[in-house]
């Protein structure tokens, strides 16, 4: 059922999207040595009637929950949190990237394979990096060095490749699988000494260099051999939303009068950073229908509002604000995926979290 008349995806767009192909291969050492063939034989374990999309939003849930407790025992990524609560973020990492790797390995054996469960999937992953992002910063306290979260927050990286007249979105996690897992459950059981914090923040920033370089050198080649997206347009299109707000949030750190961003780091980060999955889910809607994208959409609503306010203001004191874009950012981000699935769905003739074949009599 969609929330309103008025249509986020065109007839064009809905076809383009139906032909889609979608390739994937494992790219880690773990996934290669291991956790592949862990996968494939989970995939066994579960009953036939679970819907792959379902096990996918579980595994957002459970970021959600290991998040939230973080941030409840350190607001502003300052404090030591709880060992237990550490390794419950493991835990969960580890649960999320097993339902992550299991999702469409259902969806074959299923034979529910479709565009929506490939969007469906990377749409919840682009949630998730947000959420990671703010656990690991706070499992090593670093609300301490504002800056340096702010770099290790880079792992928000939107990657725009183009291959043979094709981009194709991607987003880089921080650490590779086995490091999102590792550092959490390294600091629930040995607790956070300076060197361990030293080591994290020098593999985080080895990390962010090599995919901005890499990222760039993708990008320069694209424009050098003036090659275009799959919608025609110039191959770097689709990072101006994200610039925008990657400028405005540098902006509003930099202009606060109430330090809003050394206060609440982690508010803030949630804030900008879902604003930013927000455009990358219309940059993979776009990629997947052949289709541009509008450089100025509601996902800058937030950071619009915030900058006005310190511009001309202030109106309102900050951090109410501050809590009013996270709504406002939420709601929006929520009400834009449930109408492209609907969409989508109801194009396709398919269910979000059902097998059809089963409620046949």
């Known amino acids: 059922m969609k929330l309103c008349k008025i249509r986020l995806l065109s007839n064009n767009q809905l076809k383009n999207l139906r032909d889609h192909q979608y390739s994937c291969q494992g790219t880690t050492i773990l996934e290669r040595l291991f956790l592949l063939s862990y996968w494939d034989w989970l995939t066994l374990k579960v009953p036939i009637w679970i819907a792959p999309n379902l096990i996918t939003v579980v595994g957002l849930i459970v970021n959600v929950v290991t998040t939230l407790i973080l941030v409840w025992y350190s607001p502003d990524a300052k404090q030591e949190a709880p060992k237990w609560a550490c ?104 607790g956070l000494q300076m060197e361990m914090k030293c080591i994290i923040l020098i593999i985080a920033g080895i990390n962010a260099f090599f995919i901005i370089v890499t990222s760039l050198s993708v990008i320069f080649r694209a424009t050098v051999k003036n090659e275009s997206t799959v919608a025609g347009t110039n191959a770097l299109s689709p990072a101006i939303p994200l610039l925008i707000i990657v400028v405005f949030t540098f902006i ?83 009400l834009y995926c449930y109408q492209i699935c609907a969409e989508i769905s109801d194009y396709l003739g398919v269910k979000v979290f059902k097998i059809p074949y089963l409620e046949q009599p």
Not at 278 to 302: D, E, F, P, R
């Open 87 to 190: 390794g419950f973020c493991a835990v969960g990492i580890f649960i999320y990237q097993t339902l992550d790797g299991i999702d469409g390995k259902q969806a074959r054996r299923t034979g529910t394979a479709n565009p929506l469960g490939e969007l469906f999937d990377h749409g919840c992953d682009a949630i998730s990096i947000v959420l990671l992002a703010v656990a690991l910063c706070i499992g090593f306290q670093a609300g301490d060095i504002p800056e340096v979260m702010l770099i290790s927050v880079g792992k928000i990286t939107a990657a725009l490749r183009t291959d043979r007249n094709k981009f194709n979105f991607s987003v880089f996690l921080c650490l590779v699988n086995e490091g999102e897992i590792s550092t959490p459950h390294a600091i629930s059981i040995f």
């Open 252 to 334: 509003i750190w930099q202009q606060s009068a109430e330090h809003i961003y050394e206060e609440h780091p982690c508010l803030f980060i949630l804030t900008f950073g879902l604003a930013t999955s927000k455009v990358c889910n219309s940059l993979m809607v776009a990629q997947m229908t052949k289709s541009g994208i509008n450089y100025i959409n509601s996902s800058h609503l937030g950071a619009f509002i915030f900058f006005l306010n310190q511009c001309f203001g202030p109106f309102v004191k900050e951090y109410y604000l501050l809590w009013f874009c996270l709504v406002l950012v939420l709601i929006d981000l929520l």
